[in-house]
């Protein structure tokens, strides 16, 4: 199995908490960045957040700093993303992806491959 399956998604009352998780097989895995998007409808999809493999370098989007958090288990090939103080604009199906091109910064989906099926996050307000 390539595709990764994320899971954790749900609606949550906006300043509540989620914990995603997206499973993936360990050829995504070892593709050295895995990534969280996102897409709310009539959008593009949009960088969350990135985790390295080695160094476990982070990278957020602005507006999830000091509320998200990635992390990854590589015994277990698995990406996490806690989420907190989630907002109504959080809401969207969010993606994880394993990096598989270098040509596109690490922030940019076009370098992405391994796309998982999504799980809808819905924040009310």
């Known amino acids: 199995q390539v595709q990764p399956v994320e899971s954790g998604g749900g609606l949550v009352q906006a300043g509540g908490s989620l914990r995603l998780s997206c499973a993936a097989s360990?050829?995504?895995?070892?593709?050295?960045?895995m990534g969280w998007f996102r897409q709310a409808p009539g959008k593009e999809r949009e960088f969350v957040a990135t985790?390295?493999?080695?160094?476990?370098?982070?990278y957020y989007r602005d507006s999830v700093k000091g509320r998200f958090t990635i992390s990854r288990d590589n015994a277990e090939n698995t990406v996490f993303l806690q989420m907190n103080d989630l907002k109504p604009e959080d809401t969207a199906v969010y993606y994880c992806?394993?990096?598989?091109?270098?040509?596109?910064?690490?922030?940019?989906?076009?370098?992405?491959?391994?796309w998982g099926q999504g799980t809808q996050v819905t924040v009310s307000s």
């Open positions: 360990g050829r995504v895995f070892s593709s050295y960045v």
């Open positions: 992806a394993g990096r598989t091109s270098t040509y596109y910064n690490r922030t940019d989906p076009r370098g992405f491959s391994y």
């Open positions: 985790i390295g493999w080695s160094d476990g370098s982070r």
